[in-house]
């Protein structure tokens, strides 16, 4: 994961009193209740800059 993705994201959770083994566990509740991501990726969206392009897109998917 890049570390500077993981830094913003953990201070923010901080912020919201959620620890990032809670928010990992939501997260995965979600996609097992819907059967999907619980959001959407589109074109255009604003993570656009961070999901330019397809081989990113591959990457982070990898990730999880």
Request: aromatic residues 6%; neutral net charge.
């Amino acid at each position: 994961m890049d570390p500077e993705l993981k830094r913003q994201a953990e201070a923010i959770l901080a912020e919201i009193g959620l620890k990032p083994k809670a928010a990992l566990e939501l997260f995965y509740k979600q996609i097992i209740k819907l059967r999907a991501i619980p959001f959407s990726i589109q074109p255009d969206s604003p993570e656009d800059g961070l999901l330019s392009s397809a081989a990113r897109r591959n990457k982070l998917a990898d990730e999880f």
